[in-house]
């Protein structure tokens, strides 16, 4: 049974457009699974569903002749002359040449697409060349809390705000329930198995399924142990400022060569860096980025880190769809963690006091940030302070 995520809400726009749909994302996400629901809610019989992991399906579409393609997909089904004609491909990046034949078809025969797959294996300048104007895309992540409560079967709906609304025994019931999402994250699979052992197995296999496929099959590096090297580390450095000498020295590796793998991690989302909000105050930092991790749940499984890293990380998970992300820091070392889109700042805090309150106030007036939370773990009898379990 089919269970509706969020980013729905977004392609509904594009149900009936022109563009391809590039669903893209982290491995394990659900790209497959929302893709094959797309092509079931897709008003017309004139469609076509294909896994180009398949290699017999890759073969239809091996030919620099692109009406031989087009008499393929007629055999298989297609009628061109008709009004209305999808083509839902997944796992996109197992066929490089694609991108153009999707451009000739939207141009020639107003196909539309529904694409999946890791945009980083194009390469997001390329694709955006060749499909300019032709494409929407659309980020694919592992669940939030809402979603996570949904894919488990609760029927429970946070408040966005506490006000004093939130009483104990509901923080009780929704705390539990999102210590299980901190610990365990938010891929779909993970969420969905019963034991604590099968949530453990689904987390390793995800990460060997990633390694597998992106570093080793995928990417062209020959030391495919110094990025696994890399992921670990930077596991146990979530929530930090990246040190890119420290990380180079310690994995023996240039900083050139860091900063690549840097950018292949954050590119193929399994890591996200958030750079410092830039504003006139004389005392901010304006130097590193800090790493997150796409999912908490890794990071419990491979490594150890502080419960305050890993509480800000799956608050991370809740925020990132919501648009660019930014911190604010001073040199003092008083800051906030996530800024949203340039207008809301998020402040996450295990237990609040009124202290806590009156910086992220201070902060907040600082540079101008009129919309702000206060983000705690555990309870709080002050009114202002808001739950991650509210995002």
Not at 110 to 122: A, E, N
Not at 165 to 178: E, N, Q, Y
Not at 354 to 368: C, G, P, T, Y
Request: charge should be positive; glycine fraction near 4%; aromatic fraction near 16%.
């Amino acid at each position: 049974m089919f269970k509706e995520r969020e980013i729905l809400t977004s392609l509904q726009p594009f149900f009936n457009s022109p563009e391809a749909v590039f669903i893209t994302g982290m491995r394990r996400t659900g790209k497959t699974t929302l893709l094959k629901y797309l092509y079931t809610k897709y008003e017309s019989k004139n469609k076509l569903f294909m896994d180009l992991e398949n290699p017999i399906n890759r073969k239809y579409f091996e030919s620099d002749n692109y009406e031989k393609i087009k008499s393929s997909l007629e055999i298989l089904g297609l009628d061109f002359n008709a009004n209305k004609i999808a083509i839902f491909l997944d796992e996109i990046q197992y066929f490089k040449s694609l991108p153009s034949i999707v451009k000739y078809f939207i141009d020639t025969y107003k196909v539309k697409f529904y694409l999946t797959g890791p945009i980083h294996y194009y390469s997001r300048k390329q694709f955006d060349e060749s499909l300019a104007g032709r494409k929407v895309i659309f980020d694919l992540y592992p669940l939030t809390f809402r979603e996570f409560l949904r894919f488990k079967g609760k029927k429970l709906n946070p408040p966005t705000s506490n006000n004093g609304s939130i009483s104990k025994p509901i923080f009780d019931v929704l705390s539990t329930m999102f210590e299980e999402y901190i610990l365990f994250g938010g891929f779909p699979e993970v969420v969905l198995k019963k034991t604590i052992e099968e949530k453990k197995h689904a987390l390793e296999d995800i990460f060997a399924s990633f390694f597998k496929f992106e570093v080793v099959q995928f990417s062209s590096y020959r030391k495919s142990e110094a990025i696994r090297d890399l992921m670990l580390l930077l596991m146990k450095k979530s929530c930090q400022r990246i040190d890119i000498q420290k990380i180079s020295h310690e994995l023996n590796i240039s900083r050139a060569t860091t900063y690549e793998y840097l950018r292949f991690l954050e590119d193929s989302y399994f890591i996200k860096t958030i750079r410092p909000f830039q504003s006139n105050h004389a005392l901010e930092i304006r130097k590193a980025a800090r790493v997150y991790i796409c999912d908490s749940g890794l990071i419990n499984q491979f490594t150890r880190v502080p419960e305050e890293y890993l509480f800000q990380n799956a608050v991370f998970q809740n925020l990132q769809a919501k648009g660019t992300l930014q911190y604010y820091e001073r040199k003092s070392g008083a800051g906030i963690h996530f800024i949203v889109e340039e207008n809301k700042g998020f402040h996450v805090v295990l237990h609040p006091s009124r202290s806590d309150l009156q910086r992220i106030k201070r902060l907040a007036s600082e540079i101008n940030l009129d919309d702000f939370s206060l983000l705690a773990k555990h309870y709080s009898d002050f009114e202002e302070v808001d739950y991650a379990f509210m995002i």
